[in-house]
């Protein structure tokens, strides 16, 4: 560990709802759900209203409308919104250190140490902290994150779960273990159900209880790799280094279906077109990989993946598909799939492959993007889903309330309005158009 604390973990507090009470003003300060929204759908964030209530991020959507009250807001992702905000604060942290590990879309590690500034006590790396915070509020339209400071990763992004939502800890160096010991082991990395459960069954419930066994004791309980690895958690000993660029580790492309799938024909057309996605994107990097993975979703949710690994890398969709159609025939279809992905990974930049025919592979790539298998046109009502940015040609731009019936129901309203006006229109009204996300900033600050 180091001698000071100069890791920062930052967290944004229930990221995707925060942008969209942000976004969507007659929502500040009520409940909000954003996932899924059909009868399979699942929660990917509830906002801090919605979890007064029992809502929970992997929580089935049916469960949560059972727990919260009506009126409570079911929406959509708008990733396009939630990437742009994403960037803003990355490039607030970049401001801090060159050293910025990215790890998810609403969380970073910072290493403070690469950076300017350099007051490195608690006083100063708190002042620094809490100037952080109010910039990314300034600059997100008021989108919060909880800020964690630490001599290691562990140590920051334990602190930055202390005192959410927009909590700021600093673990002063010498007190790690005091901050560690009384926590319950579920708030260690790698500590899942399962391991909880296996842990709880020969006493072990704090992290204290924890760094009491063994390290014989653990590895017997979980492994020689993952029991080591929680020997040394236990003790707060990390010494990861914050990496400002993860290389990628697979190509992939998967879909969600509105109901379920049991016809082989069709889904191994739907193969076809992700395997010449990933065999395109494969190409544009200029890599290629050894392992093609299948990954199907059931009708009772039970996930489950197939995969080959080849004796030389490649980049062609061709390959990439059959080997996908293979796979996914001897894992079967009964029951009928909800979702399924194809995928490329142990990346490298070496293809094996005919030197002289990357053009005409390229282009066959292209062609059977293009031939992926026909949707269905939905009914009008069906082009719409909760949450998704609308523009009226007459009424502006505005938000979907809901939709069924041939009809649409849309509140006209935006970050910088007051709640808007509720209007239902007919989903098929040709002034009715999908719109962009709204820009959350005033006019004087750029777009």
Known sequence: MRREASVLHLDLDAFFAAVEQRD?????????????????????????????????????TAEARRRCPPGTAFLGGRFGAYRRTSEVVMGLLRELSPLVEQVSIDEAYVDLAAGERSDPSVDGVTALARDLKARI??????????????????????????????????????????????????????????????????????????????????????????????YQLARAEDDRPVVAEREAKSVSQEETFERDLT????????????????????????????????????YDFTTMTRSQTLPQPTDDARQVASIARRLLAEAGTGGGLRLLGVGVSGLSQYAQGDLFSGEDAAEEVEDAADESPAVPEPPADRRWWPGQDVVHDELGAGWVWGRGLGRVTVRFEGPLTPPGPVRTLAADDP?????????????TMGA
């Open 137 to 230: 509020a300034e600059a997100t339209g008021g989108v919060t994150g909880s800020v964690g400071i630490g001599s290691s990763k562990l140590m920051a992004k334990i602190a930055s779960d202390l005192d959410k939502p927009d909590g700021l800890v600093v673990v002063a160096p010498g007190t790690e273990l005091d901050v560690l010991h009384p926590l319950p082991v579920t708030r260690l990395g790698g500590v899942g159900p399962a391991t909880a459960e296996r842990l709880r069954q020969v006493g072990v419930g704090t992290v204290a209880q924890l760094a009491a066994k063994s390290l014989p004791d653990l590895v017997a309980l979980a492994g020689r790799a993952h029991g080591g690895g929680l």
């Open 24 to 60: 969507k003003p007659s929502l500040r300060g009520r409940p909000v759900v954003v996932g899924g929204t059909g009868g399979r759908g699942v929660v990917a964030t509830a906002s801090y209203e919605a979890r007064a209530y029992g809502a929970r991020s992997a929580m089935s």
């Open 263 to 298: 016809d082989l024909a069709q889904l191994n057309r739907l193969v076809d077109a992700m395997a010449a996605r990933v065999g395109g994107r494969l190409r544009a990097s200029a890599l290629s990989g050894r392992t093609v993975t299948v990954k199907l979703r059931r």
């Open 431 to 443: 002034a009715l158009h999908p719109g962009d996300p709204p820009d959350w900033r005033p006019t």
